[in-house]
C-alpha cells in the first residue's frame, strides 16, 4: 500500500465546505483511495473511495489529480457532527493482505 | 441488518488472565480483520482472515492469538494478558473484492489490564 500523507489537525466554520488534502505520491495503478472517519473513540466509517475519476456521493465528493498523487475530501456543508478524524489510506484489495493501512489522519474540528 | 457485531464492548482483566474478543459478521463477506487502536494512534492490524479456514499475521501479532470458526466469526485471543494489551480492539470485515465496499467495522471493545 501506499504511504499517505495529511495535516495532522484542520478547523472549519460550520455550514461552509471542508476540504481535507491528501497526499500519496507514491500510488500504484491500481491502488484506489479510500477514505474513512472515527468519530470519538467509535468505529471508522466509510466515507467514499475512488481509482481515477472523482466520486460524490452523499457524504462528500473526493476529488483525484490527474497524476493521482494527491486527492482532497470535499464535506460540502460541514456541521458539528462532522467532527472526527478524517483518514485517506490508498490501498489495493486484490493484494495478499487486502487490509486498510491507517495512519494517524487529520483531526478535523468544526466550529460554530 | 447488524453488520459487525463485537462483545463485550468493555473489559477489564488482570495481568495474567486469558480472555476471548468475540467478532460476527451478517454480511457474507470472505475477510475479517483484528486491529488494535492506542489512544492518539491509527489503528494497527493484529491478524486478518481473508478466507474461511485462514489466517495471518498483522503488524503487532504478538500475544495474541486467532480463529476463524466460521464465515460469520472471528474471535482474538489474549492468553496471558499484560498491560500493553489496553487498547481499544476493532473487527472488520471486507468481500475482498478490488474496489468493492471497503471494511465495514464493528464498535469496538475496550479492553483494561490491570
Known amino acids: 500500500d501506499a504511504k499517505t500523507t495529511q495535516p495532522t489537525s484542520m478547523d472549519c466554520a460550520e455550514g461552509r465546505a471542508a476540504n481535507l488534502p491528501c497526499n500519496h505520491s507514491t500510488i500504484s495503478g491500481n491502488e484506489y483511495v479510500y477514505w474513512y472517519r472515527q468519530i470519538h473513540s467509535q468505529g471508522p466509517q466509510y466515507i467514499i473511495h475512488?481509482?481515477?475519476n472523482n466520486e460524490t456521493n452523499e457524504m462528500a465528493s473526493l476529488i483525484i489529480t490527474e497524476d493521482r498523487k494527491s486527492s482532497t475530501l470535499i464535506l460540502p456543508h460541514a456541521t458539528l457532527r462532522d467532527t472526527a478524524v478524517y483518514y485517506c489510506i490508498a490501498s489495493n484489495y486484490g493484494g495478499s493482505q487486502g487490509n486498510l493501512i491507517f495512519g494517524k489522519g487529520t483531526k478535523l474540528s468544526v466550529k460554530p | 441488518n447488524a453488520g459487525v457485531t463485537q462483545t463485550p464492548k468493555f473489559q477489564v482483566l488482570k495481568t495474567g488472565q486469558s480472555m476471548t474478543l468475540q467478532c460476527a459478521q451478517d454480511?457474507?463477506?470472505?475477510?475479517m480483520y483484528w486491529y488494535r487502536q492506542d489512544p492518539g494512534m491509527g489503528l494497527r492490524l493484529i491478524y486478518y482472515?481473508?478466507?474461511?479456514?485462514?489466517?495471518d499475521k498483522g503488524e503487532v501479532p504478538n500475544g495474541y492469538n486467532v480463529s476463524r470458526l466460521n464465515k460469520r466469526e472471528f474471535s482474538l485471543r489474549l492468553e496471558s494478558a499484560a498491560p500493553s494489551q489496553t487498547s481499544v480492539y476493532f473487527c472488520a470485515s471486507i468481500q475482498s473484492t478490488p474496489g468493492e465496499l471497503p471494511q465495514h467495522f464493528g464498535d469496538g471493545t475496550r479492553l483494561s489490564i490491570l
Open positions: 475512488g481509482l481515477k
Open positions: 482472515s481473508a478466507s474461511e479456514g485462514t489466517t
Open positions: 454480511m457474507n463477506h470472505n475477510s
